[in-house]
């Protein structure tokens, strides 16, 4: 049962990772949290789910636009909805953060309706079984998947030019300018990623409890954000780390306490971390 | 190469410059000295494009800098190394020289230039994988230099380098400008130590309160009287001597 619970939190933890890679990052380069992150998710599942269900689509097609337009939906949400504020007080572009996230999700109830949609590939995925312990092949390439996608991020910020540019404007924004390192399109660079992630996020979870709906993003989006904080808001290997500690521990919660309370395990955990280590387990800004 | 005309700038309505009138021509070492406050370190941030400018004009090679963005006037050849250093505490110093160079498109020569600012600074290349902020206080210096040279400026603006180092470091840090001088780097160096600055320097400039109160060859500045009372501390004495 352990094993069990463990493999079924690295799951869904792993995309609480992918979200909370956007919010971290976001975080990092602007001191602000987006809290429209779930609906990017949101919205990678939807376009994803929209195009399988015209039948002319395939897998792989349908996900990289998906991915695509969550990374656009970043983009355009940073130069609408918190570019204009740069410079006003903290407490702004949260609200308008909360904002967007209300848009987005009733624009998505209106051109979608409320209804549940089923994800429209049917995936015969083979299980494994190691003594007691099931593990599908789905959750090992939902796993698989998203530890590339991190992968590939960390080494993108570690060893490009432009990750390194971005640190440098999440460390010091007026020097990195004067490095000839242009801020504003480094913070929409930084939507367009930290959107595609969570975007990437939305379709795996969208085939892992078969389910697309508008308000989808909403429970993963506060799960995500709680990840962060638990890891250390702006540090990026924080954010993967919490991702996962938190997906294995609501599943352990599940297992052992009651699934009732499996929502509530992560803000417990959130009101924690706030409590004893407000600065994450891994502090500051590391990437 | 450089002429600023009664440049006015300041934070928020706050006037700091009231009208800084000064010129750098190719080759020259020009310091220009004053104490806390004075407007030294926002002449420059007015230059590098940090500030903006409220009045008045800042022309290089004939070209207005008045209305362009940091990223811009660095890709014409002005870099700044900052005031108390700011490198990118959290990347390795191959990443910070890196950075300083990111205007430029011409990789292969960027290369050798990376190689050509570690021989010169040996300490950078020891130091080349760890974090910069691991450095000392007078490595940082050394490494923000080293970044400001990756940029191939044209004009080289330093904002107090001897700032919160050891004597020992000032001299290493001094050492290095000469070295820079006699290779022909134009500098804009700003400093309260004005005896280094001014034993270093072609030229010098005073300012005082935004404004500038007393120019003249460097020689000359530390022969002035005044010059000597309130910045080089001569005839100083307690008030009951």
């Known amino acids: ?82 570019r204009p504020l740069r410079g006003a007080h ?18 998505a109830l209106l051109l979608f309706g409320p209804n549940n949609r089923p994800f429209p590939v049917q995936f015969e995925f083979h299980t494994i079984t190691v003594g007691d312990v099931v593990i ?19 080494l993108f910020v570690r060893y490009t030019r432009y990750g390194k540019a971005i640190v440098a404007c999440a460390l010091d924004r007026d020097t990195a300018r004067l490095m000839g390192i242009n801020v504003d399109r480094m913070v929409a660079l930084t939507f367009l990623i930290g959107s595609a992630l969570s975007g990437a996020a939305g379709i795996m979870m969208a085939i892992y409890y078969n389910a697309t709906y508008p308000r989808m993003g909403l429970l993963p989006g506060l799960k995500a954000f709680s990840a962060a904080i638990l890891g250390g808001v702006g540090n990026i290997p924080g954010a993967i780390l919490g991702g ?40 500051g800004k590391g990437h | 190469m450089l002429t600023l005309k009664s ?10 410059l009231k009208g800084i009138s000064l010129h750098v021509r190719a080759g020259e070492v020009v310091t220009l000295i004053g104490g806390n406050g004075a407007g030294k370190s926002t002449t420059l941030r007015a230059i590098s494009g940090l500030l903006p400018i409220w009045r008045g004009s800042v022309e290089f090679n004939g070209l207005n800098l008045a209305r362009l ?25 191959n990443a910070n020289l890196e950075l300083g160079a990111f205007h430029r498109h011409d ?71 000469r070295k820079l001088k006699a ?45 000597q009372r309130a910045y080089l501390g001569k005839g100083y004495r307690e008030v009951w001597e």
């Not at chain 1, 903290?90 to 624009?107: D, R």
């Not at chain 2, 440049?7 to 700091?16: E, I, K, S, W």
């Open chain 1, 1 to 82: 049962m352990f094993f069990q619970q463990l493999i079924n939190g690295l799951t869904t933890g792993s995309a609480y990772a992918l979200i909370a890679l956007g919010y971290t990052m976001i975080y990092g380069i602007l001191g602000l949290i987006n809290f429209a992150q779930g609906e990017i998710y949101m919205c990678g599942a939807f376009v994803a789910v929209l195009l399988l269900a015209t039948g002319k689509v395939n897998f792989i097609t349908a996900f990289a636009a998906g991915m695509g337009s969550a990374a656009l939906l970043g983009v355009v949400l940073e130069r609408v909805a918190f």
């Open chain 2, 69 to 93: 963005t940091p990223e811009k006037v660095v890709a014409q050849g002005l870099a700044l190394v900052p005031e108390g250093r700011r490198v990118f505490a959290t990347l390795s110093v």
């Open chain 2, 183 to 227: 290779d022909g780097t134009t500098i804009l160096l700003v400093e309260q130590n004005a005896r280094a600055a001014l034993k270093l320097a072609d030229r010098g400039y005073v300012i005082e309160t935004g404004r500038i109160i007393l120019q003249g060859p460097a020689a000359e500045l530390q022969e002035d009287p005044e010059m």
């Open chain 1, 136 to 154: 599908s092949a789905l959750q090992g390439a939902i796993l698989l998947a998203a530890l590339i996608l991190m992968a590939l991020l960390m």
């Open chain 1, 90 to 107: 903290p407490l702004v572009p949260l609200i308008s953060a909360i904002g967007a996230s209300i848009f987005l999700q009733s624009l």
């Open chain 2, 107 to 177: 990789k292969k020569q960027v290369r050798r230039d990376l190689e050509e600012v570690k021989e010169r600074f040996p300490i950078l290349r020891d130091r080349a994988h760890q974090a910069a902020g691991t450095l000392s206080g007078g490595e940082q210096q050394i490494l923000a230099i080293g970044r400001a040279l990756m940029a191939r400026p044209k004009l080289l603006m330093l904002d107090e380098p001897s700032m919160g180092l050891a004597p020992r470091m000032v001299a290493q840090v001094y050492a290095i400008l």
């Open chain 1, 244 to 283: 996962l500690l938190l997906g294995v521990a609501e599943s352990l919660g599940a297992g052992y306490l009651s699934s009732g309370y499996k929502d509530a395990i992560a803000f417990v955990i959130l009101i924690l971390v706030l409590l004893i280590r407000p600065q994450g387990i891994l502090k």
């Open chain 2, 7 to 16: 440049v006015q700038a300041g934070y928020g309505r706050l006037p700091v």
